[in-house]
């Protein structure tokens, strides 16, 4: 984003933009632009960024050189947001802004509904369904499987999603549990970054069962013995930019507002 021209693009070649001036090399683009906008999160792998619209691979390296910056990212690891703190980066990372955080439950909940359906063979209002993890992402999401079916079941992990979930009608299976109930569902959702579904516990399932898995890495699902076991599963991270790009675009942008970027910038 440079003075002049105000927006500017690297690294979405593959994205059809229009009037928008595009950089040969990120060198060039961090030189003349104050502000950066990476993707949210900015890596799946703590790697490389995301970057949907090229066939560049950009390492993370890059945010050690950023100097007197102002950074608008998501989950950035925590080595690097030392260093850029220490280089005077100015830097918002919108998954730890709770507003964000929320919206961004919401359209995965929605994008999960999607998902169900269209790997499912029964209706949702038929369905057995259970979720891993009561959440952010859990909470909406069993709200609004509700009404689809009373068949709706969550593990929870702690004893506050425990008493959350119980408060808010849902039914509770506990982590320890687990395996006495799992062989029940037609449908698993995980929402919990932890490997849950082990081999012993997959061994377990309803034969057609359907688990989606929407948790960062590592998931919570081990994906080999799944593979092998011819497991139906699928494994889903960055929902919200999938299946609704522009709005997600247009709570970042809203989010920069609000910050007072022009204050930031004098």
Same mark, same amino acid.
């Given at each position: 984003?440079?003075?002049?021209?105000?927006?500017?693009?690297?690294?979405?070649?593959?994205?059809?933009?229009?009037?928008? /001036?595009? %950089?040969?090399? !990120?060198?060039?683009?961090?030189?003349?632009?104050?502000?950066?906008?990476?993707?949210?999160?900015?890596?799946?792998?703590?790697?490389?960024?995301?970057?949907?619209?090229?066939?560049?691979?950009?390492?993370?390296?890059?945010?050690? @050189?950023?100097?007197?910056?102002?950074?608008?990212?998501?989950?950035?690891?925590?080595?690097?947001?030392?260093?850029?703190?220490?280089?005077?980066?100015?830097?918002?990372?919108?998954?730890?802004?709770?507003?964000?955080?929320?919206?961004?439950?919401?359209?995965?909940?929605?994008?999960?509904?999607?998902?169900?359906? /269209?790997?499912?063979?029964?209706?949702?209002?038929?369905?057995?369904?259970?979720?891993?993890?009561?959440?952010?992402?859990?909470?909406?999401?069993?709200?609004?499987?509700?009404?689809?079916?009373?068949?709706?079941?969550?593990?929870?992990?702690?004893? /506050?999603?425990? /008493?959350?979930?119980?408060? @808010?009608?849902?039914?509770?299976?506990?982590? *320890?549990?687990? #395996?006495?109930?799992?062989?029940?569902?037609?449908?698993?959702?995980?929402?919990?970054?932890?490997?849950?579904?082990?081999?012993?516990?997959?061994?377990?399932?309803?034969? #057609?069962?359907?688990?989606?898995?929407?948790?960062?890495?590592?998931?919570?699902?081990?994906?080999?013995?799944?593979?092998?076991?011819?497991?139906?599963?699928?494994?889903?991270?960055?929902?919200?930019? *999938?299946?609704?790009?522009?709005?997600?675009?247009?709570?970042?942008?809203?989010?920069?507002?609000?910050?007072?970027?022009? %204050?930031? !910038?004098?």
């Amino acid at each position: 984003m440079d003075k002049e021209n105000f927006v500017s693009s690297f690294a979405n070649e593959n994205m059809k933009l229009e009037n928008i /001036e595009k %950089y040969n090399t !990120l060198e060039e683009a961090l030189n003349k632009n104050d502000m950066i906008v990476t993707g949210v999160p900015i890596s799946k792998d703590k790697k490389y960024i995301v970057a949907n619209y090229t066939n560049l691979k950009i390492k993370l390296d890059f945010l050690q @050189n950023l100097k007197n910056k102002i950074l608008i990212s998501g989950m950035i690891p925590d080595k690097y947001e030392k260093i850029l703190k220490e280089n005077k980066n100015y830097v918002i990372d919108l998954l730890k802004n709770e507003d964000y955080i929320i919206f961004n439950a919401k359209i995965t909940v929605e994008g999960i509904i999607k998902y169900l359906i /269209e790997n499912t063979k029964t209706s949702l209002f038929n369905s057995k369904i259970l979720v891993l993890g009561y959440g952010r992402i859990g909470k909406i999401l069993c709200n609004v499987l509700k009404s689809f079916t009373e068949n709706i079941y969550c593990v929870t992990y702690s004893k /506050e999603e425990t /008493e959350i979930a119980r408060a @808010n009608t849902i039914n509770v299976i506990l982590e *320890e549990d687990l #395996e006495k109930f799992l062989k029940n569902f037609e449908i698993i959702i995980n929402t919990v970054p932890k490997i849950i579904l082990d081999s012993k516990k997959l061994n377990i399932l309803y034969k #057609e069962a359907f688990v989606l898995d929407v948790a960062s890495k590592p998931g919570g699902i081990d994906q080999d013995f799944a593979q092998k076991s011819k497991i139906n599963y699928m494994w889903k991270l960055g929902i919200p930019s *999938e299946i609704s790009p522009i709005e997600c675009a247009k709570k970042i942008q809203n989010e920069i507002y609000k910050i007072n970027i022009t %204050y930031i !910038l004098q």
